[in-house]
């Protein structure tokens, strides 16, 4: 029998070994650290020598985490369905469409990957504060509906070239029209896609920090991020309590991404090929 095993393969474990804990590291200085007493005379290398969890508790009542994460639960949630419905049904025309007008619009969706939102920073901000939505978190699900859209978008139209015309057309057949076909039978078979497309926004969303911050100034809502960063006016120096939040802020999206990541890495690379 051949052995495959070769001093290549070798390397390569030792390489692949290498980067796992180049990216583990944080991970155990941030829990590390968040664990110990802010006396702990032992390294941030070595274990603890005495464990704590009263940092939790002090970043949960001290920065008012409960509430932050409320409003970020409420923004990444009802962001991410909107774009998901929102993207999914443009895209389908876009993909199925052989019109020149549907490539234009396509490629004028797409040029919004190009454009910084920078450049509409001040008229946007006027409009929220026109509408009445300036210090509500609605300005912010309306601000990432819009500007995640382009790229959920062209992630929906690049799977959909990969979905065969044929189910819709049995569809057709049978009397569905093109919005039932949509919903009934095109929209089931882009699960994949869509769970890249909600995992991406949903991190996007959970870790912006300017947005949450520009438009929610002064209103007493924030969002995770910005409650993390209070942390380093009050607590400049107490890292035990900083690392503790950043901890409990990181735990919800963390989990949610290992308990979609096979569904997002084949989303993803499905997306690209089309």
Do not use: C
């Not at 790229?151 to 569809?171: D, N, T």
């Not at 569905?176 to 882009?190: I, M, Q, S, Y």
């Not at 002064?218 to 209070?230: E, H, I, K, R, W």
């Amino acid at each position: 029998m051949h052995n495959k095993y070769t001093w290549r393969t070798g390397i390569l474990e030792v390489v692949m070994i290498v980067v796992a804990i180049l990216f583990v590291i944080p991970l155990y200085l941030l829990v590390n650290v968040a664990l110990r007493t802010s006396n702990d005379p032992a390294s941030v290398l070595a274990l603890p020598t005495q464990i704590t969890f009263d940092n939790f508790a002090r970043a949960w009542v001290d920065g008012n985490l409960g509430n932050a994460l409320v409003n970020s639960g409420i923004v990444a949630v009802v962001s991410t369905v909107l774009i998901i419905l929102f993207s999914a049904f443009a895209a389908y025309p876009l993909a199925r469409s052989m019109r020149r007008l549907s490539k234009f619009a396509y490629y004028g969706f797409l040029a919004g990957l190009l454009l910084p939102f920078q450049l509409a920073l001040i008229p946007l901000y006027l409009t929220m504060r026109d509408i009445g939505l300036l210090g509500t978190v609605w300005s912010l699900v309306l601000f990432y509906v819009g500007s995640q859209m382009p790229f959920s978008i062209f992630l929906y139209a690049g799977f959909l070239r990969r979905v065969p015309i044929e189910y819709e057309e049995a569809a057709s057949v049978d009397g569905a029209g093109p919005v039932g076909t949509f919903w009934r039978v095109v929209f089931p078979l882009l699960r994949p896609i869509t769970g890249t497309v909600a995992i991406l926004n949903l991190i996007n969303i959970w870790n912006d920090f300017f947005t949450p911050l520009l438009y929610l100034s002064g209103s007493g809502q924030q969002t995770v991020p910005v409650a993390l960063y209070s942390f380093f006016g009050q607590y400049s120096t107490e890292w035990n309590i900083v690392f503790a939040g950043l901890l409990i802020s990181v735990a919800p999206v963390l989990l949610l991404y290992f308990l979609l990541q096979r569904t997002v890495i084949q989303g993803f690379a499905s997306g690209l090929k089309g």
